[in-house]
Structure formats: C-alpha cells, structure tokens
C-alpha cells in the first residue's frame, strides 16, 4: 500500500478493488455450487478487499492524505448488504471511519 502512489492514484487503486470486489457470480454453477462459491470464494475475497481498506486508512493515512476519498468510501460501504459476514464487516468499517467523514463532509460542504 506504501508505494502504489508511484504508479496509480488512490482513486485509480480504490477503483480497481471495487471493481474486484463486485466480481461476478458464475453463471454455469448449480444453485450448490454457487452457494460453496460464494462461501469459499467470494465472501473470503470480498472480506480481504475489506480489510486491505482498513489497513489503508489506519495505517497509511488515506483519510489524511486524501479526504476525497471519503466520498466514494461511504457509498460502497453503504450498499454492502450481504452476504451477512461481509455486510457486518463494512458497517463495521463504517462506523470506524464515522467521524473522519463528519469532520471532512462539515469541513467541506461545498463538495457535497
């Protein structure tokens, strides 16, 4: 996470992990196969994506460093609504990045 600056922006970087964590679902699976897809695959995957976002924020300052952000974070938290382990997961991370995004959103409501 430390260098990716040298060759994307954080949006570009932000961008690719939405994009990896809203991967299609196989179309050729049965229903059991794509419920063990899901659980095996998809759910660890998206969790990962979830907390390298974390990582990001606690401990290579991207609120800090680029407060924009915030205001692509707080929507793609906000529709994460299942599966339940990643949904809880992104509240949690919400609820974390709460009062950066109230301190951001009051100090620049002109962006809003």
Same mark, same amino acid.
């Given at each position: 996470?430390?260098?990716?600056?040298?060759?994307?922006t954080?949006?570009e970087?932000f961008? !690719?992990?939405? #994009?990896?964590?809203?991967?299609? $679902?196989?179309?050729?699976?049965?229903?059991? #196969?794509?419920?063990? %897809?899901? #659980? @095996? +695959?998809?759910?660890? @995957?998206? $969790?990962? &994506?979830?907390?390298?976002?974390?990582? %990001?924020i606690?401990?290579h300052?991207?609120?800090?460093?680029?407060?924009? &952000?915030? !205001?692509?974070?707080? =929507?793609?938290?906000?529709?994460?609504?299942s =599966?339940?382990t990643? *949904?809880?997961? *992104? *509240?949690?991370?919400?609820?974390f990045?709460?009062? =950066?995004?109230?301190?951001?959103?009051?100090?620049?409501?002109? +962006? $809003?």
């Amino acid at each position: 996470m430390m260098s990716f600056r040298t060759f994307a922006t954080p949006n570009e970087v932000f961008s !690719l992990l939405i #994009e990896r964590f809203d991967m299609p $679902l196989p179309s050729t699976m049965s229903p059991t #196969e794509l419920s063990h %897809w899901i #659980e @095996k +695959y998809l759910e660890p @995957k998206q $969790l990962r &994506i979830l907390n390298i976002i974390r990582i %990001w924020i606690e401990e290579h300052g991207l609120i800090q460093d680029d407060p924009h &952000i915030l !205001l692509r974070i707080v =929507p793609f938290l906000a529709s994460i609504v299942s =599966p339940p382990t990643v *949904a809880a997961e *992104a *509240a949690s991370l919400h609820l974390f990045i709460e009062r =950066p995004v109230r301190l951001f959103c009051h100090s620049n409501s002109t +962006y $809003l």
